[in-house]
């Protein structure tokens, strides 16, 4: 199976927010941006993947920055990890107005995709190869973060966690 180096499937995807994004207060609309994270998130754990992907899991999305119409949206989409025949991206939102000022980090989320084969079956894909610093701590804690998601799905006891149990132990 061949390796990845993690910034070979960055996206960077771009979105202007038009009054049918908005809500009545002129904001954009929740849904309407977890759709365009979404879209990025799978174009990047397409390319990591070299196939197909659906969307498995998305972790924890709060909104705490209002994106208001006629901003620009700018999401980034970078993998952390791939696990055997998934893979886990980090997407963080920023919005500003038009000539880009007003620069602000509005969000960020974690989504698991699972790559498909031919038969729309789970296929193995590529290891993700860290090379900076920050992509070595998103990596490292991405097994935490696969650990807990099992768990709350019910496909793992909690004393099954070696990751969790560690972090959670008084030395």
């Not at 390796?3 to 809500?23: A, G």
């Not at 980090?90 to 602000?104: C, T």
Request: with cysteine; aromatic share 6%.
């Amino acid at each position: 199976m061949s390796v990845k180096k993690i910034s070979e499937s960055e996206t960077i995807m771009t979105q202007l927010v038009m009054p049918n994004d908005t809500n009545p207060l002129g904001n954009l609309m929740g849904g309407n941006l977890m759709k365009w994270m979404d879209v990025a998130a799978g174009i990047c754990a397409a390319r990591h993947s070299n196939a197909h992907v659906v969307t498995a899991s998305v972790d924890h999305i709060s909104f705490a920055k209002p994106i208001h119409l006629g901003d620009t949206v700018t999401i980034n989409a970078c993998v952390t990890r791939a696990f055997t025949t998934s893979v886990e991206i980090f997407i963080e939102v920023f919005a500003s107005d038009i000539k880009g000022g007003n620069w602000r980090k509005a969000n960020h989320a974690y989504f698991l995709f699972v790559a498909l084969d031919e038969d729309m079956k789970p296929m193995a894909i590529p290891e993700a190869m860290p090379l900076t610093s920050e992509e070595q701590s998103r990596y490292e804690a991405a097994k935490r973060r696969r650990d807990l998601r099992l768990i709350l799905s019910g496909r793992m006891q909690p004393k099954d966690s070696i990751e969790l149990t560690n972090l959670f132990s008084k030395d």
